[in-house]
């Protein structure tokens, strides 16, 4: 939406003189307003019209510190945008953290990195990407007695596939 007072796209300055719930295209825009009105969240927040099938990256990318507010479980992409999750919202950890819903084949190597401290937490071999062993190696190795046989059988088996 265009500012009636400067002509910009979501100006924050003139936020109420262009803000109108009814008139906003949620479907296409609502990235912007987490993204150029975050500042204003209170005002434009309403979870039953935020676009989370294509933009819920957007919430933790540059609403981490509203996590409390905006989080929904239910809600949010999990398959496109667990690793953006992960790196903007570890701090909240226990918070949002389902090993059920979580994209592992995606966001794996996230976890890693992002999390290593809550590496007791989260480490299943049966779900962890064999292709994110790199960041276990470089992220976790403080744990790695607990991975090492996983990433020699995961090693074996991507040989294997490659001949």
């Known amino acids: 939406m265009n500012c009636p007072v400067c002509g ?30 975050k500042q204003r969240f ?3 927040w309403d979870p039953n019209k935020y676009n989370w099938q294509d933009y819920s990256w ?3 990318a540059h609403c981490s ?3 409390d507010k ?10 496109t945008d ?14 949002w953290w389902n090993p059920n819903r979580f994209n592992w084949k995606k966001a794996s190597w996230a976890l890693a990195k992002y999390c290593s401290r809550y590496f007791d937490v989260w480490w ?23 991975w090492q046989e996983f990433a020699k059988l995961c090693k074996i088996l991507l040989d294997l596939k490659e001949q």
Request: proline share 5%.
């Open 58 to 60: 957007t919430l933790p």
């Open 65 to 67: 510190d509203l996590f």
């Open 42 to 44: 209170d005002t434009w």
């Open 70 to 79: 905006w989080w929904n479980a239910d809600k949010f992409n999990w398959v």
């Open 124 to 146: 299943d071999p049966n779900k962890f990407n064999p292709y994110d062993i790199w960041a276990l190696e470089v992220y976790c190795q403080e744990h790695r007695s607990k």
């Open 8 to 37: 910009r796209e979501f100006c924050l300055k003139h936020f109420d003189k262009w803000w109108d719930p009814e008139k906003f295209d949620w479907q296409t825009s609502s990235w912007k307003l987490a993204e150029y009105c």
């Open 82 to 95: 667990s690793d953006i999750l992960v790196e903007c919202c570890s701090k909240h950890f226990h918070k």
